[in-house]
């Protein structure tokens, strides 16, 4: 597919995966809370959220490895988890944690993998050998899985979740355990199988990676708190983020830190980046206030970022 | 079930097989221990038990009975007691296992024939050493013959079918074979299978189209293939070091392992259903190794046991295949007439089975 022809897809909103009131609990705890959620064709759908928010627990569900306590999904047009099997031939994951065998070599994996998906003869040759040029693994074919480096192992991993050209892809926090410049190569890499018609859903808890996706959700304790297109989520923000500089940096975020509306405080450098929950009169409101208390400071508005969406919306939260 | 996705199991399970030198050397390592180790050490013949003797008669007739009792070479005469105070001690001490003891009256006992004329005393703590000595109290013994033409009646003569020579290795041996695959074949399926979703391995599988049926069935044929050679390792050091002879077919000594091979195996299929560790897994098969060891008549005969022990000895697939093995390797008994045997340890198979798999689509979540 050209990469126009994806653009109208998802322009076309080809719904890949619905849920409805998808609800998880383990024991006493609710793992996943009521969550909406749709995912177009072609699309890099993020979920933003700390650990234990919900963000594995949602996506062993798509993939039917955990049946819904409340709910309903339906994935690629198969609803869960009566049709699991169906769904299974059509979708790649990545677990967290690195899942090829580490005895086995690179190619081995990949053979077993391809037989698993019932791929044999010439055209396992042929596609294992296509994997090796796009992941960079042919000079890797005979070592031990378990010898690679992280990043090696992640393109192994992708590779071996993408043998069978799957339509969606679930990734659950592919990059942690990577250093920067193989991320950034992973997340090229992902770029391309969206271009290519794959649907993909990754969770992060990294925000430059959710600030790539096409679209995202932020999961909180197993609650979505806000979803869309990261810039609509940033243009969205309840609330303004002000730059405040200083000559008394520390004392400012004492005087900070005591005043209501205040959501965050963040150093960057030499000057404090502050969120408030006030709208449009953020800056006047807070030279106000730090004139009441003494403090000298500059206090400028500046560009939100994804961080503060983060933060707005998951400390609106806690104070309820 | 899909041939090819059993066949891609089947043959990564052999790959990483062939790379774990550890397990390899076991597969191989613990038959060898286990036979020489068993064939040796167990010996239910006595011989040569430290013993002492209290000889208060002190005539040419007792001296004759102590030198009759000594050449039995059950006894090893090592202290000649002098009161029956030093014999006690003697076996208190544990210096003596057993003890002789001859009245002063012993002639005249003897002859009047209505009280024993000697005494033998054992160390009741040692069970062996008590069975040596009814052994040797029926021993029939020339010097007890008082008037000449009087033949003393013969105590019951005791024929002993299929092993003459009344060696313990040829008992012990074929009950090895039972033993070693309950141990190791057990243990290896249960942590084999555990292993995979110890190290994450299972929950990248589950999203594929490989059933967990298909992934345990594909794991677990190469054990078979390693419990026929491990049966094949034992039979042929029995029959080098030990002389133990398989008298019945081998083929069906083949069969009937083939199928308690399979009792082992879904056992461990069965425990890695419960255990979430490897660890977990290698305890839950000890747990299940140590009553079938005791119980099955391996250790101790099963017709001695209480009547609840023996039900429960009933369910274990080692007690059927002890039965099995020992009736084709030394009594040349054919599969047809062990029958029993076999439909027992078929069933055992069947039922198990079918609750380890109920579990395996339960573990799913």
Known sequence: ?320 | MDRRRLQAVFRKELRQLSRDRLTFAMIIGIPILQLLLFGFAINLDIRNLPAAVLDESGTWRSRELVAELASSQVLDFRHRASSPQQIDSLLRDGEIGAAVVIPADFEKRLERGNQPAWQLMVDGSDQSVQAAARQLASFPLSSLQYRPGTETPRPVEIVNFYNPERRAQVNTVPGLIGVILAMTMTIFTGMAIVRERERGNMEMLIATPLSPAELTLGKVLPYVGIGLIQVTLILLLGLLVFTVPVRGSLLDVYLASLVYIAATLVLGIFISTLARTQFQAMQMAFFLFLPQILLSGFMFPYDGMPRLAQWIAEIFPLTHFLRLIRGIMLRAAGLGELWFELLSLLAFVAIILAIAIRRLRKSLD
């Open chain 1, 1 to 320: 597919m050209s990469e126009a022809a994806t653009s109208t897809a998802r322009a076309a909103g080809e719904t890949v995966i619905v849920a409805k009131g998808l609800t998880r609990r383990f024991g006493a705890v609710t793992a996943v809370d009521h969550l909406d959620l749709r995912v177009q064709r072609a699309e890099v759908y993020g979920f933003l959220g700390p650990n234990g928010c919900g963000k594995s627990t949602t996506i062993r569900m798509l993939c039917g490895l955990l049946t819904a306590s409340e709910g309903t999904v339906s994935v690629l047009g198969h609803a869960l988890p009566a049709e699991a099997e169906a769904v299974k031939r059509r979708i790649g994951y990545m677990t967290q944690r690195f899942s090829l065998y580490e005895d086995l070599s690179v190619s081995e994996n990949l053979q077993f993998l391809a037989a698993v998906h019932g791929i044999d003869g010439r055209a396992a040759k042929l596609r294992i050998d296509e994997l090796f040029a796009q992941y960079h693994l042919g000079e890797l074919r005979t070592q031990l899985a378990g010898t690679l480096s992280g990043g090696q192992r992640q393109r192994l991993a992708l590779a071996a979740a993408v043998m069978h050209k799957p339509e969606l892809l679930l990734l659950d926090e592919p990059t942690s355990a990577v250093d920067p410049q193989s991320r950034r190569d992973f997340w090229e890499s992902l770029f391309k199988l969206a271009d290519a018609g794959t649907t993909l859903l990754v969770s992060t808890h990294y925000m430059d990676e959710a600030e790539r996706c096409h679209r995202l959700a932020i999961l909180d304790r197993g609650r979505l708190v806000a979803d869309g297109a990261p810039g609509e989520l940033m243009a969205r923000l309840p609330g303004m983020t002000l730059r405040v500089d200083s000559d008394n940096p520390q004392r400012l975020q004492l005087a900070l830190a005591r005043q209501p509306h205040v959501l965050g405080v963040a150093q960057i450098g030499a000057s404090l980046r502050v969120l408030t929950d006030r709208k449009e009169d953020g800056v006047d409101w807070l030279r106000a206030a730090l004139e009441k208390v003494g403090v000298e400071a500059r206090v400028e508005p500046t560009q939100a970022n994804l961080e503060d969406v983060f933060v707005a919306v998951t400390r609106g939260r806690s104070k309820d």
